[in-house]
T-cell receptor, first 116, second 113 residues
Framework: GAVVSQHPSRVICKSGTSVKIECRSL??????MFWYRQFPKQSLMLMAT?????????EQGVEKDKFLINHASLTLSTLTVTSAHPEDSSFYIC????????????FGQGTRLTVV | SQQGEEDPQALSIQEGENATMNCSYK?????LQWYRQNSGRGLVHLIL?????REKHSGRLRVTLDTSKKSSSLLITASRAADTASYFC?????????????FGQGTELSVKP
Protein backbone atom coordinates (compact mmCIF):
# COMPACT_ATOMS: atom_id res chain seq x y z
CA GLY A 1 0.00 0.00 0.00
CA ALA A 2 0.89 3.65 -0.20
CA VAL A 3 3.39 4.92 2.35
CA VAL A 4 3.53 8.25 4.11
CA SER A 5 6.64 9.04 6.11
CA GLN A 6 6.74 11.67 8.83
CA HIS A 7 9.87 13.04 10.45
CA PRO A 8 10.91 13.47 13.19
CA SER A 9 8.99 11.01 15.31
CA ARG A 10 9.88 12.84 18.50
CA VAL A 11 11.23 16.31 19.16
CA ILE A 12 11.87 18.34 22.28
CA CYS A 13 12.39 22.06 21.90
CA LYS A 14 12.69 25.11 24.09
CA SER A 15 9.95 27.68 24.42
CA GLY A 16 10.21 30.35 21.81
CA THR A 17 11.96 28.25 19.21
CA SER A 18 10.50 26.87 15.98
CA VAL A 19 10.14 23.26 14.97
CA LYS A 20 9.67 21.86 11.48
CA ILE A 21 7.87 18.58 10.84
CA GLU A 22 8.06 16.88 7.46
CA CYS A 23 5.47 14.68 5.79
CA ARG A 24 6.43 12.77 2.66
CA SER A 25 4.46 10.54 0.35
CA LEU A 26 7.02 7.94 -0.64
CA UNK A 27 5.50 6.14 -3.60
CA UNK A 28 2.77 8.40 -4.85
CA UNK A 29 2.14 12.06 -5.51
CA UNK A 30 -0.10 14.01 -3.18
CA UNK A 31 -1.38 17.39 -4.25
CA UNK A 32 -3.17 17.58 -0.93
CA MET A 33 -2.09 16.58 2.54
CA PHE A 34 -3.78 17.03 5.89
CA TRP A 35 -2.35 17.93 9.28
CA TYR A 36 -3.96 16.80 12.52
CA ARG A 37 -3.19 17.45 16.17
CA GLN A 38 -3.96 15.16 19.05
CA PHE A 39 -3.74 16.09 22.71
CA PRO A 40 -3.36 13.33 25.32
CA LYS A 41 -6.46 11.19 25.76
CA GLN A 42 -8.25 13.10 23.01
CA SER A 43 -9.15 12.52 19.42
CA LEU A 44 -7.47 13.84 16.30
CA MET A 45 -8.45 17.34 15.29
CA LEU A 46 -7.92 18.52 11.76
CA MET A 47 -5.69 21.59 11.73
CA ALA A 48 -5.25 22.40 8.08
CA THR A 49 -5.26 21.23 4.51
CA UNK A 50 -1.96 21.56 2.72
CA UNK A 51 -2.26 22.31 -1.00
CA UNK A 52 0.66 21.86 -3.38
CA UNK A 53 1.57 25.14 -4.99
CA UNK A 54 -0.95 27.24 -3.10
CA UNK A 55 -1.81 28.44 0.37
CA UNK A 56 -2.92 26.05 3.06
CA UNK A 57 -6.49 26.09 4.29
CA UNK A 58 -6.76 26.32 8.05
CA GLU A 59 -9.60 25.07 10.22
CA GLN A 60 -11.40 27.49 12.45
CA GLY A 61 -9.40 28.41 15.52
CA VAL A 62 -6.01 27.37 14.13
CA GLU A 63 -3.53 30.24 13.92
CA LYS A 64 -2.02 30.28 10.45
CA ASP A 65 0.88 32.49 11.54
CA LYS A 66 1.81 30.07 14.26
CA PHE A 67 1.47 26.86 12.26
CA LEU A 68 3.16 27.51 8.95
CA ILE A 69 2.48 25.00 6.23
CA ASN A 70 4.47 24.67 3.05
CA HIS A 71 3.67 22.18 0.29
CA ALA A 72 6.44 22.89 -2.16
CA SER A 73 6.40 19.62 -4.07
CA LEU A 74 4.02 16.79 -4.88
CA THR A 75 5.60 14.56 -2.26
CA LEU A 76 6.43 16.87 0.63
CA SER A 77 4.49 19.03 3.05
CA THR A 78 6.03 20.67 6.08
CA LEU A 79 4.45 22.04 9.24
CA THR A 80 6.47 24.57 11.20
CA VAL A 81 5.39 25.38 14.73
CA THR A 82 6.72 28.86 15.28
CA SER A 83 7.57 30.40 18.65
CA ALA A 84 6.55 27.20 20.35
CA HIS A 85 5.02 27.25 23.82
CA PRO A 86 4.40 24.39 26.24
CA GLU A 87 0.72 24.38 25.28
CA ASP A 88 1.77 23.43 21.75
CA SER A 89 3.08 20.14 23.08
CA SER A 90 1.05 17.53 21.29
CA PHE A 91 1.06 14.68 18.83
CA TYR A 92 1.04 15.96 15.24
CA ILE A 93 0.16 13.59 12.42
CA CYS A 94 -0.17 14.07 8.70
CA UNK A 95 -2.10 12.19 6.06
CA UNK A 96 -2.14 12.06 2.29
CA UNK A 97 -5.09 10.84 0.23
CA UNK A 98 -4.38 8.22 -2.38
CA UNK A 99 -6.92 7.78 -5.12
CA UNK A 100 -7.40 4.18 -6.13
CA UNK A 101 -11.02 3.99 -7.13
CA UNK A 102 -11.92 5.39 -3.77
CA UNK A 103 -9.90 7.94 -1.92
CA UNK A 104 -8.15 6.47 1.08
CA UNK A 105 -6.10 8.44 3.56
CA UNK A 106 -2.66 7.16 4.49
CA PHE A 107 -1.14 8.45 7.70
CA GLY A 108 2.37 9.23 8.75
CA GLN A 109 3.75 7.81 11.97
CA GLY A 110 3.16 11.05 13.86
CA THR A 111 5.46 13.45 15.68
CA ARG A 112 5.45 13.84 19.44
CA LEU A 113 6.35 17.47 20.17
CA THR A 114 7.35 18.48 23.68
CA VAL A 115 8.03 22.14 24.37
CA VAL A 116 9.95 22.81 27.57
CA SER B 1 -18.07 20.93 16.07
CA GLN B 2 -18.16 18.53 13.18
CA GLN B 3 -16.62 15.82 15.25
CA GLY B 4 -18.59 12.63 15.60
CA GLU B 5 -19.31 10.85 18.81
CA GLU B 6 -18.34 7.41 19.93
CA ASP B 7 -19.58 5.29 22.73
CA PRO B 8 -18.60 3.95 25.00
CA GLN B 9 -15.68 6.24 25.77
CA ALA B 10 -14.03 3.37 27.61
CA LEU B 11 -14.65 -0.36 27.51
CA SER B 12 -13.05 -3.04 29.64
CA ILE B 13 -13.58 -6.71 28.80
CA GLN B 14 -12.01 -10.11 29.35
CA GLU B 15 -10.03 -11.91 26.69
CA GLY B 16 -12.29 -13.97 24.48
CA GLU B 17 -15.27 -11.66 24.84
CA ASN B 18 -16.62 -9.53 22.03
CA ALA B 19 -16.22 -5.76 22.01
CA THR B 20 -18.69 -3.43 20.33
CA MET B 21 -18.05 0.24 19.71
CA ASN B 22 -20.48 2.69 18.22
CA CYS B 23 -19.96 5.83 16.23
CA SER B 24 -22.39 8.57 15.22
CA TYR B 25 -21.71 11.32 12.76
CA LYS B 26 -23.44 14.43 11.53
CA UNK B 27 -23.12 14.82 7.77
CA UNK B 28 -23.64 12.77 4.63
CA UNK B 29 -20.55 10.72 3.90
CA UNK B 30 -18.62 9.07 1.08
CA UNK B 31 -17.21 6.48 3.42
CA LEU B 32 -16.47 5.74 7.06
CA GLN B 33 -13.24 4.31 8.33
CA TRP B 34 -12.12 2.73 11.58
CA TYR B 35 -8.63 3.15 12.98
CA ARG B 36 -6.74 1.74 15.92
CA GLN B 37 -4.15 3.65 17.89
CA ASN B 38 -1.88 2.12 20.46
CA SER B 39 -0.85 4.47 23.24
CA GLY B 40 1.34 7.26 21.93
CA ARG B 41 1.62 5.71 18.50
CA GLY B 42 0.37 6.36 14.99
CA LEU B 43 -2.87 5.18 13.44
CA VAL B 44 -3.50 1.75 12.02
CA HIS B 45 -6.20 1.60 9.37
CA LEU B 46 -8.61 -1.23 10.13
CA ILE B 47 -11.46 -1.10 7.68
CA LEU B 48 -13.28 1.22 5.28
CA UNK B 49 -16.98 0.96 4.54
CA UNK B 50 -18.53 2.90 1.70
CA UNK B 51 -21.79 4.79 2.03
CA UNK B 52 -23.61 2.25 -0.16
CA UNK B 53 -22.46 -0.69 1.96
CA ARG B 54 -24.23 -1.89 5.08
CA GLU B 55 -21.83 -4.41 6.52
CA LYS B 56 -18.25 -5.42 6.04
CA HIS B 57 -16.01 -8.08 7.55
CA SER B 58 -12.27 -8.35 7.94
CA GLY B 59 -10.94 -11.18 10.04
CA ARG B 60 -12.30 -10.71 13.56
CA LEU B 61 -13.71 -7.30 12.69
CA ARG B 62 -17.27 -6.62 11.64
CA VAL B 63 -18.41 -3.12 10.73
CA THR B 64 -21.95 -1.99 10.08
CA LEU B 65 -23.14 1.27 8.65
CA ASP B 66 -26.61 2.78 8.89
CA THR B 67 -26.66 5.97 6.84
CA SER B 68 -30.28 6.70 7.78
CA LYS B 69 -29.25 6.91 11.43
CA LYS B 70 -25.79 8.27 10.63
CA SER B 71 -24.20 5.61 12.74
CA SER B 72 -21.70 2.79 12.53
CA SER B 73 -20.54 0.02 14.80
CA LEU B 74 -17.31 -1.91 15.08
CA LEU B 75 -17.43 -5.40 16.53
CA ILE B 76 -14.25 -7.20 17.51
CA THR B 77 -14.91 -10.86 18.15
CA ALA B 78 -12.90 -13.16 20.40
CA SER B 79 -10.85 -10.26 21.72
CA ARG B 80 -7.22 -10.61 22.70
CA ALA B 81 -5.04 -8.64 25.08
CA ALA B 82 -3.23 -7.29 22.00
CA ASP B 83 -6.47 -5.59 20.94
CA THR B 84 -6.04 -3.15 23.83
CA ALA B 85 -5.91 0.27 22.16
CA SER B 86 -7.99 3.31 21.31
CA TYR B 87 -10.37 2.94 18.39
CA PHE B 88 -11.56 5.84 16.28
CA CYS B 89 -14.10 6.15 13.55
CA UNK B 90 -13.47 8.75 10.87
CA UNK B 91 -15.79 10.04 8.20
CA UNK B 92 -14.97 11.23 4.73
CA UNK B 93 -17.79 13.72 4.32
CA UNK B 94 -19.58 14.18 1.04
CA UNK B 95 -18.53 17.42 -0.58
CA UNK B 96 -15.23 17.54 1.28
CA UNK B 97 -11.87 17.15 -0.32
CA UNK B 98 -11.10 13.46 -0.74
CA UNK B 99 -9.16 12.10 2.21
CA UNK B 100 -10.17 14.86 4.61
CA UNK B 101 -11.34 12.97 7.67
CA UNK B 102 -13.34 13.99 10.70
CA PHE B 103 -12.62 11.76 13.66
CA GLY B 104 -14.90 10.60 16.41
CA GLN B 105 -13.89 11.00 20.01
CA GLY B 106 -12.68 7.43 20.28
CA THR B 107 -13.22 4.40 22.46
CA GLU B 108 -10.48 3.21 24.76
CA LEU B 109 -10.61 -0.57 24.82
CA SER B 110 -8.90 -2.59 27.51
CA VAL B 111 -8.81 -6.37 27.11
CA LYS B 112 -7.73 -8.16 30.25
CA PRO B 113 -5.96 -11.50 29.97
Amino acid sequence: GAVVSQHPSRVICKSGTSVKIECRSLDFQATTMFWYRQFPKQSLMLMATSNEGSKATYEQGVEKDKFLINHASLTLSTLTVTSAHPEDSSFYICSAPYLQGITEAFFGQGTRLTVV
Amino acid sequence: SQQGEEDPQALSIQEGENATMNCSYKTSINNLQWYRQNSGRGLVHLILIRSNEREKHSGRLRVTLDTSKKSSSLLITASRAADTASYFCATDAMGNQGGKLIFGQGTELSVKP
